[in-house]
T-cell receptor
């Protein structure tokens, strides 16, 4: 069964600090991995997408890494801001078939001033 | 937001009543999805569509039905709402682009069944 596990479940950091969120998956055959940011009361918004051949992707202060061998990904947030407070969701898709992605349960990040 | 709207945005209904949620897209995408999001569960797929009149079940489809009579609209119906269906419902579309395809989400519908 395809699974995506995220850690930590929640995280509190001070404004200006860096943090790293983790994602482990067992989806096969692998097609792509996406990180989403979901603000409270809104739909998820894509931050990065990586395929098998890509091991790093950046979007401003967000940098995602992918190790397809160990089936792990991380999302690094640099110089956090209050607006980074949100849920971050890792989503992995298998190739072929009906394009049904597998969602992680998300990491809730709170940035305090 | 890839031109996705959902209606209504909020709804309170009573147990046993039928409820229909609407998802509308303006960009002619073939794939559309309905998810529900609950604390501790993340996003779970209810039903999806891969074309007009072509739909299939997701992992939590019991108690839900869908219809897609035209490309731009994907309807989710709760035939007889139950309290366990209180949730936030998100519609999504899949863009084209091979392995770099994106999934864009609507703003969500908060449904409360009393």
């Amino acid at each position: 069964k395809n699974q995506v596990e995220q850690s930590p479940q929640s995280l509190i950091i001070l404004e200006g600090k860096n943090c790293t969120l983790q994602c482990n998956y067992t989806v096969s055959p692998f097609s792509n991995l996406r990180w989403y940011k979901q603000d409270t009361g809104r739909g998820p918004v894509s931050l990065t997408i990586m395929t098998f051949s890509e091991n790093t992707k950046s979007n401003g202060r967000y940098t995602a890494t992918l190790d397809a061998d160990t089936k792990q990904s991380s999302l690094h947030i640099t110089a956090s801001q209050l607006s980074d407070s949100a849920s971050y969701i890792c989503v992995v898709s298998a190739s072929g078939g009906s394009y049904i992605p597998t969602f992680g349960r998300g990491t809730s990040l709170i940035v305090h001033p | 937001d890839a031109g996705i709207t959902q209606s209504p945005r909020h709804k309170v209904t009573e147990t046993g009543t039928p409820v229909t949620l609407r998802c509308h897209q303006t960009e002619n995408h073939r794939y559309m999805y309905w998810y529900r999001q609950d604390p501790g569960h993340g996003l779970r797929l209810i039903h999806y569509s891969y074309g007009v009149k072509d739909t299939d079940k997701g992992e939590v489809s019991d108690g839900y039905s869908v219809s897609r009579s035209k490309t731009e609209d994907f309807l989710l119906t709760l035939e007889s709402a139950t309290s366990s269906q209180t949730s936030v419902y998100f519609c999504a579309i899949r863009s084209s682009g091979g392995d770099h395809y994106e999934q864009y989400f609507g703003p969500g519908t908060r449904l409360t069944v009393t």
